[in-house]
């Protein structure tokens, strides 16, 4: 009963974060992006999920770590690699863009104990082709063992890796605060490992 009212409020928060993300998003097609993850929420609310349901954004479908946070859209200045999400053990506020890679929304909520994960896609036609020839495919397991500054430039320890698979290119920004848990750890490192991608339609 315990874990079954945990993933239930998990849930309850992944809503509120999108429905939050919704009114901060402008645009049709993110804002028909947000409504089908808010479905996929809801489905597995009315299903009773045991753990949070999988969501899906445009052939990434990836599970959000019990009790971590979902921000959709970008939470810096870079337009492509466009941002498929991020997730973070703390709740990001709204926070005025920033003009390049660097998130002042992060930067502003980071933790000691705190850790976020973002993936990102190169969907230019010319980028993406030149990545495709020089980043390794995906691998079976990811390590996210930076030990430095990094990442959306929030400190240690933060980095970033890329990879690619079913003909698509990705990018993947992390950080952990010093006090962050193995757990934690572990979980956002799960979390990337259970990613399902499809070749883009």
């Keep these: 009963m315990a874990a079954s009212s945990r993933a239930a409020d998990s849930c309850r928060r992944l809503v509120v974060d999108l429905m939050q993300a919704a009114q901060r998003t402008h645009g049709v097609r993110r804002i028909v992006a947000t409504a089908l993850t ?24 990836f599970q959000v770590p019990q009790g971590w946070h979902l921000t959709i859209g970008r939470i810096n200045g870079v337009i492509d690699p466009v941002t498929v999400f991020t997730v973070s053990t703390f709740r990001l506020q709204p926070a005025r863009r920033s003009s390049g890679i660097c998130s002042v929304a992060l930067q502003r909520a980071w933790r000691a104990d705190g850790a976020y994960v973002q993936l990102s896609e190169e969907r230019d036609g010319a980028s993406r082709k030149r990545m495709l020839r020089r980043v390794p495919l995906r691998p079976k397991h990811f390590a996210l063992d930076a030990s430095g500054r990094g990442g959306l430039c ?23 605060g010093p006090r962050a848990s193995k757990t934690t750890r572990a979980r956002a490192a799960a979390m990337l490992d259970a990613l399902r991608i499809t070749p883009r339609k």
Excluded: K
């Design 154 to 176: 929030t400190p240690p320890d933060s980095g970033g890796l890329s990879f690619q698979t079913s003909g698509r290119a990705f990018d993947v920004n992390y950080g952990f």
């Design 38 to 61: 808010l479905a996929g929420v809801v489905t597995g609310l009315a299903y009773g999920a045991g753990s949070a349901p999988r969501l899906d954004r445009e052939g990434v479908s």
